[in-house]
């Protein structure tokens, strides 16, 4: 190695070296970048993070507007086209779809880490996933046996059940400027939509049943997401195999007979797998938007769909709804523009509580010897700052 030595010299090693620390130095840079990494995602604190970083409360309210949207359009086409008349097999379809799903996930290792199990009882997620089932499976029949209109005005109940339970469960507060607001929206979609009020027993019954399942269901996705570490997928797939039990414990009692007997070819399966899909994706689009903001936005949410559906369909198809239902649709839509802009006037102002706040340095006394009195003038000055 002489000759190399003396055909380099000083110099060559020097730049030898130099190239050795920086390959280092980039080893090091990645090594951090992969321990940064796989913290936010195999962590619950960080992908908690992740979630709060990528899906904020208008990417979620979007993404699940848009969603909600498909899925009627799906289960429209399964229930009447389709003819496929048993709404908790539907269901229980959704959810097992949506189980396969975090399982492949789960494989895959892009499921988020679930939070310790110290942090959350087993009685709360085991509450949720039983509520859910009640609150998904019911909605559907309720839609199979009222009409529109009352399936609507059970919808609207929805609403002062949620601020009622949210008191009682976590002595949570609303303004009287947010419950006029919510009124106001109440009432614009009930004069929209409310146009028969067909009864049927057993329709008023289960849409009775409904509230309040769905009430505690969007309160409990909320709080959980909100007060823990939990993301959208980590609940799910902690919660998703209730569900599918209390779904199929329900399947004999509600759904008429005959599910095995029914035409299943291809197209009939097709429609209700891609409706099943598009289920897995309003369970989770809901769940982000219910972590992002809470459960009273989101049944505005839900309200503001049934207002821009009738408006576009008036506007764009030539749907002629009538003048009091576009006259509603319009006062349902001016409450909840008032309802938004006080949620986010009460964001800024907690955000701006939460900043710290600045301080004037303390001037620093002097001293000489014999300047006490200016010591304290300067003393109490700083405390008063």
């Known amino acids: 190695m002489g000759w190399l030595d003396s055909l380099w010299g000083e110099d060559g090693r020097r730049l030898f070296k130099r190239k050795d620390s920086d390959a280092g130095d980039a080893g090091k840079a990645l090594e951090e970048l992969r321990a940064s990494l796989y913290n936010e995602i195999r962590t619950s604190e960080g992908a908690k993070r992740q979630q709060q970083r990528y899906c904020g409360p208008v990417v979620a309210l979007s993404f699940n507007f848009i969603v909600a ?9 399964v229930m009447g086209k389709v003819g496929f008349n048993f709404p908790i097999f539907l269901t229980f379809v959704h959810y097992i779809t949506a189980w396969f799903l975090l399982a492949i996930f789960k494989g895959l290792s892009v499921l988020p ?20 089932a009640f609150a998904s499976g019911l909605a559907n029949t309720s839609l199979k046996h009222n009409s529109v209109g009352f399936y609507q005005m059970a919808k609207i109940a929805v609403t002062p059940t ?38 049927n027993l057993f329709g008023a019954l289960i849409a009775i049943a409904w509230i309040i399942p769905s009430a505690i269901n969007k309160i409990l996705w909320s709080a959980l997401q909100q007060q823990g570490n939990w993301t959208a997928l980590a609940l799910m797939w902690k919660t998703t195999p209730i569900t599918v039990f209390f779904l199929g414990a329900l399947m004999p009692w509600i759904d008429p007979p005959g599910v095995l007997s029914f035409k299943w070819d291809v197209n009939n399966s097709t429609a209700i797998l891609v409706s099943a899909l598009l ?72 955000t701006s509580k939460q900043l710290p706040k600045q301080s004037l340095p303390s001037p620093k006394p002097k001293s000489t010897s014999g300047d006490n009195t200016d010591l304290n003038v300067n003393t109490t000055t700083s405390t008063n700052v």
């Open 113 to 132: 880490v679930s939070p310790p199990s110290k942090t959350t009882p087993f009685s709360s997620l085991f509450a949720l996933g039983a509520v859910m």
């Open 162 to 199: 949620i601020v009622f339970a949210e008191f009682i469960l976590f002595r949570k507060n609303i303004s009287f400027q947010k419950v006029l607001a919510l009124a106001v929206v109440s009432a614009g979609v009930a004069v929209a939509t409310v146009t028969d009020l067909e009864f």
């Open 69 to 77: 949207v498909g899925i009627i359009m799906a289960n429209k086409l």
């Open 279 to 350: 289920g897995f994706l309003l369970q989770w689009s809901g769940a982000l938007a219910l972590g992002a903001t809470s459960a009273t936005t989101h049944v505005v949410l839900g309200q503001f769909k049934t207002c821009v559906i009738l408006l576009g369909g008036y506007l764009l198809f030539d749907s002629d709804p009538g003048v009091v239902s576009i006259g509603g649709a319009v006062v349902a839509l001016s409450g909840m523009s008032v309802y938004t802009s006080l949620n986010l006037n009460e964001s800024q102002e907690n």
